[in-house]
């Protein structure tokens, strides 16, 4: 059994931390819990609740600067920004339903712990590239603040960013303020039907380096798209390579005209207006084609590697029996299911995106399996030893969020 804290502000935040390093008790730190099945299970006495530090403390729709606290959903923050044209750049996903969760109860103190970005991420960068500052306890039950509300004001290390992907594993936060940007007019998505892989990512990367200011490519097999709820995306019975376009309307329809243009001599071509472009990438990013609701759960993974690597890695994945995939960041971004969650599925994952070089992250498995193997790319011996640094300055007795990234971290 373990005991549950539930602070409501910063200093009862930092009191909590503060009496578990004196009683050397480590702490599971939790928001909404829709991504608590996302890395390592950890094994700690007590779980420190932070679901009490919600709210939006400051937005500036003229600066383009939010501040909340930790647990103010995505959803409340995506509304605010929505009733001024404006949006989180990253696109932040909601996996909750990944993990059976309800949909819309994701954090953004979630988001940026885990480093989430969702199909905007080739044009518009990580989360970590928007966020200007952050409020946390640290393992030393010490409150710090790292960085502020303007893009250049730091002096030293840049904390925020640190601790954005970190897991939890570093401090527990309190607040962030990230830069939000324009949300466009309006947005269509060009969709290329029946192309195979090596002509969808030749597609994709030619439609990217082109003068259409793409701000989104994936690519979905007949046996994914048949599972996403747009028409014209499930009916046609065949592959979609969908492209989007964003901004001002007459920006949009011109370069939707130039790249239909372009993706003709691929195959047939169609597109998808405001609201099921929308509905469709939604999907994309929220990996909705293997949430459990269609019935075949399986091992989830992440597979970021190099576009020019995405054919050859795709083509070993289906050496693996059962596994099924979908390209998104132009085919920089692999989403794969395998039916079978063991240890045998998760070196042949491996072994398939090695030629290529990128990082493999298990993002769906049962308990035992995370325990029993590397979740996250196994790192160098050298990039090993400074996180294990990096933590000690920050956790040194280990009691946040023990082993959630690797063991001992």
Request: charged share 20%.
């Amino acid at each position: 059994m373990t005991d549950a804290v539930r602070p409501t502000t910063e200093d009862e935040v930092r009191d909590a931390v503060a009496g578990s390093l004196a009683g050397n008790v480590a702490v599971e730190l939790v928001g909404a819990g829709t991504k608590r099945g996302l890395g390592r299970p950890v094994t700690a006495k007590r779980t420190l609740d932070l679901s009490a530090l919600a709210g939006i403390a400051l937005y500036e729709p003229a600066e383009l600067v939010l501040t909340a606290r930790a647990a103010t959903t995505l959803a409340d923050i995506e509304a605010a920004l929505a009733a001024n044209s404006q949006v989180l750049a990253f696109e932040p996903p909601d996996l909750g339903p990944l993990f059976g969760a309800a949909p819309g109860a994701g954090t953004l103190g979630g988001a940026i712990a885990c480093n989430l970005a969702g199909p905007r991420r080739p044009k518009a960068g990580a989360a970590r590239d928007h966020v200007l500052g952050v409020r946390a306890v640290t393992g030393r039950g010490e409150i710090v603040k790292a960085g502020g509300r303007v893009v250049k004001n730091v002096t030293g290390y840049d904390l925020a960013r640190l601790f954005t992907g970190s897991f939890g594993t570093l401090a527990a936060p309190t607040e962030i303020t990230g830069q939000v940007l324009p949300g466009g007019d309006k947005a269509r998505t060009v969709l290329a039907y029946g192309l195979d892989v090596t002509l969808a990512v030749a597609a994709m990367t030619r439609a990217l380096a082109g003068p259409d200011d793409v701000s989104a490519a994936a690519y979905l097999p007949q046996g994914v798209a048949s599972r996403v709820p747009v028409g014209r995306v499930c009916d046609p019975g065949v592959s979609v390579t969908a492209l989007r376009i964003e901004g001002p309307e007459p920006s949009v329809l011109a370069r939707t005209e130039s790249l239909r243009a372009m993706l003709a001599g691929f195959g047939p071509v169609e597109e998808l207006h405001w609201h099921n472009s929308r509905k469709f990438w939604a999907a994309v990013g929220n990996v909705a084609p293997f949430a459990p609701a269609d019935g075949a759960d399986g091992a989830v993974w992440r597979l970021s590697l190099p576009p020019s690597a995405a054919v050859a890695a795709t083509a070993a994945l289906a050496a693996i029996g059962g596994a099924e995939c979908y390209l998104d960041w132009g085919g920089g971004l692999i989403w794969l299911r395998v039916p079978e969650s063991s240890d045998a599925s998760h070196a042949a994952v491996r072994a398939a995106i090695a030629p290529g070089g990128g990082h493999a992250t298990l993002i769906r498995a049962p308990d035992s399996l995370r325990a029993a193997v590397p979740v996250f790319q196994p790192p160098s011996a050298a990039v090993a030893a400074l996180s294990a640094r990096v933590k000690d300055a920050f956790d040194p007795h280990r009691i946040l969020n023990p082993g959630r990234m690797y063991e001992g971290v």
